[in-house]
């Protein structure tokens, strides 16, 4: 077991922490808002950083779990930042969701110290977070993923090396552009379906075994129908990443109609006061 | 055991028409075109007849699977249809992906003469009709549906009473959209993720267990990688049941964006020599 550090105590790090203090890892954690971090280690033990050079200080793993680019930046590259005191051999893990190109930038920051660095964005929601089971995009080369692997099954059912520093990011990119395309057809589907008269339940059940079939279709659609949007990832986070997708986009010269649309009516949920709401909640556009 | 007419001999139809014989029915084909019928009974036996009407003459169920709304009126309320000789207690299914406002109509013209009628479209495609494993969608009353579901199940694997007369089709065009969101949120998405150098299949392997998952991407993303579009149902189709779908939103009130936006796509598909791909084809508009 190794001493690790966990920078960021949100929704998503919480729990990876307390997954990775459970499988016996000697955890210090840091929070921007200090509260947060004093309650975990109230709940969980472990230790207390007052920045995250401090709580990388000696580490062999530091973790990070924020919110986008600028925050990511802040506390690896930043005054205070975890680089300013890791040590050559160590490794660091994004598990933030952010651009291709700031996963590109601490990979080279961190070759130039000698830390090995993983971009790793995950997928599996904070209910996945709580049970240990994300899915882990991981992006770096092949000897800092060996590194991190077992760590990171603290908290994963499946840990993947998509290729260099930034496939980890692009992947999730990947991810998200599936969902928003499931998504909106689901919307127009279910509101054609009650607006049409049919029973949208009984629909779902007859047509969710064929080619119409997906994830969102089986776990979704009935709580879509109940107008029920509290299920976790929200459209204000949906949009920072369809944001990332098509800065990326944007940068290699593609076109990417529907993702650009979709984005859109995401702002269209958040101008109705749903920016907390889930990424189902496109079916608000034409129901209210 | 019953007296069955079928009328329509295509890749649908006529594997459909040969469960019914297995069955244990009494078979009599049409089809517009004589020799494909001709065909159908010499490899199956049963019974041929040259129009609708004889085909129709002393059957205890009629059953259509045709082309579009014209095809369909011509071969039930046409000169020579089947309607004509029907009988009062018979009953009349209809297999084809139509307009519900047609669906409407029939049910209008078979009450008129005693003659139970059912909306019926079907999916799972050619493959599901020749296994005998299709989903099939009901409009219609629960006296007809009675008479109707055993004679569906020599080929259906599901079959659900979605409401009264159109429901049917109305049921089914919820399906397409479905199928059409997915398949371009896919489209976006692998191009994205080949054009930003990812393993594409690694990616999909990666995020076929989550959020994102979806029949589609499960079957057709790995065809799609390598440029296979020659798995059944053809993009000509796909925009005659769109046309559908937004003939009755317009008819009903609905805004349907991304519906809209996928059948203009599918238009740049045919254009490019594509009608007669399959509908994951959409990545050929990026690709070529």
């Known amino acids: 077991m190794a001493r690790v550090a966990f920078l960021g105590m949100g929704v998503m790090g919480g729990p990876m922490a307390r997954h990775l203090k459970a499988a016996g890892h000697d955890v210090t954690v840091y929070n921007r808002t200090r509260a947060k971090a004093e309650a975990w280690v109230a709940a969980n033990g472990g230790a207390f950083a007052e920045t995250p050079s401090e709580a990388a200080k000696g580490a062999e793993v530091v973790l990070t779990c924020v919110g986008n680019d ?24 994004d598990h933030t969701t952010v651009s291709a190109a700031i996963a590109r930038e601490l990979a080279e920051a961190g070759a130039a110290r000698g830390i090995g660095v993983l971009d790793a964005p995950v997928s599996g929601g904070q209910a996945g977070a709580e049970n240990g089971r994300l899915t882990v995009m991981v992006g770096g080369d092949a000897e800092s993923f060996a590194h991190g692997e ?137 129901r209210g």
């Open 70 to 93: 600028d925050d990511l930046r802040a506390v690896t590259l930043g005054p205070d930042g975890a680089f300013s005191t890791m040590a050559p051999g160590s490794l660091y893990i």
């Open 150 to 286: 077992p760590v990171m099954q603290a908290y994963a059912q499946r840990i993947g090396l998509m290729g260099p520093a930034g496939a980890g990011q692009l992947t999730k990119m990947v991810n998200q552009v599936c969902i928003a395309g499931v998504l909106q057809g689901l919307a127009e589907a279910m509101n054609f379906a009650m607006e049409a008269g049919l029973d949208a339940n009984a629909v779902v059940d007859v047509i969710s075994k064929g080619a119409a079939q997906s994830w969102q279709m089986e776990n979704r659609a009935p709580t879509m129908i109940k107008g029920e949007y509290d299920f976790g990832f929200a459209v204000d986070w949906m949009r920072k990443d369809l944001s990332l997708v098509l800065g990326e986009a944007r940068s290699i010269g593609l076109s990417m109609p529907l993702t650009a649309l979709v984005d859109q009516f995401y702002a269209d949920v958040q101008n109705m006061g749903g920016g907390r709401q889930d990424t189902s909640s496109l079916l608000r556009r034409f």
